[in-house]
């Protein structure tokens, strides 16, 4: 398999956070993918696509359990 981006041949499976937002929370779920070593480009099989639906799914329904991981700061319009 050859990059569709860069057209390099180093493709290696790795585990990449995803991230899905749930109003106005930021989720990393952790899913194994498919990523060009050379430029990034990310290839999404269709168990990882269903895992990030589930997970996504989860978080609405508040059935999955999270931790804290950092803090988000929004710098204030006009400053």
Do not use: F
């Amino acid at each position: 398999m050859k990059c569709v981006i860069c057209h390099s041949p180093s493709i290696e499976q790795k585990t990449v956070n995803e991230q899905i937002w749930v109003g106005e929370d930021l989720a990393l779920i952790p899913v194994e993918v498919l990523v060009c070593a050379n430029c990034g480009e990310r290839y999404y099989d269709r168990r990882a696509m269903r895992q990030l639906e589930e997970a996504e799914q989860a978080l609405k329904d508040r059935r999955l359990q999270v931790e804290t991981a950092g803090r988000v700061l929004r710098v204030m319009a006009g400053v």
